[in-house]
């Protein structure tokens, strides 16, 4: 039991130290992370992202992040840039520098090159007083009080730090940039997140005579045989003019039940739901799946741009396509 207590202290003493380490970074949101968002969004190349060892690791994955949010980045190890790798580095690029104490060898080495080529330089440091802080045009303080680690050495709070900060500078340059999810999209083009993304709403309707389809003045009971012979769970009501009136679901069958209308007698215009929420064909499934679930609906219709309804489909499309 004790050692089982030990454990759960322990675990629960690194959360809480790493999550004041990432508390203490908002106030370090400041002049400084809006000049490096500044100097990357007038970047005419790449950000080059270095670091060694476990801030190496987090510099790759934020060096990820930033190429699949609308910056292109990659990650140079900083050693294999003293031994030919500099050679992928560009006037035009500015390198994103990662070390805790400012002070990695393998990266102060590169300073005078960086320099010399007039290659601009934003670092991420734990010591703002460092030889790469002081080198650098900007600086983003990722300092923290203290690592998780009990001997303090470790890299843990900091690294998580640095992490979060790369995040940080990701997504502020993601929403300066207006990046969409069709770009992330084509980010991400494989697997299911590829599907998911890629897919619009073409891909999953149904049209032409798979689209069920009644007039106003249609009774209910011929209403309900077209959305059984069609199996959607719904059918569109249109005027005479072809536009959309409105939607009947199975949801507003139940209603009407509910409300004692009589099945054999009624006309769909005294149980349908006026016009209801459209879509447009061209328009991405994972949007359209948005709509539904912040809608709480099962259904939607796909109109053109004289809101005459061109397809339609339901979340049972959505899941067969992989989309949810």
Known sequence: MNQTRDLIDSAQRTIRLELEAVQELLPRIDADFIKACELILGCKGRVVVVGMGKSGHIGNKIAATLASTGTTAFFVHPAEASHGDMGMITQDDIVLALSNSGTTAEIVTLLPLIKRLGIRLISMTGNPESTLAKAAEVNL???VSQEACPLNLAPTSSTTASLVLGDAL???????RGFTAEDFAFSHPGGALGRR???KVENVMHSGESLPQVTRGTSLRDALLEMTQKGLGMT???ENNGHLAGIFTDGDLRRALDKGI???HAQIDEVMTLHGKTVR???LAAEALKIMEDNKISALVVVDGDDRPVGAFNLGDLLRAGVM
Not at 170 to 176: G, N
């Open 236 to 238: 569109t009501v249109i």
């Open 262 to 264: 009589d099945v054999r």
């Open 197 to 199: 993304l890629l897919l």
């Open 141 to 143: 303080d990722a300092r």
């Open 281 to 283: 064909a061209e328009m």
């Open 170 to 176: 990701a997504i502020a340059l993601l929403e300066a």
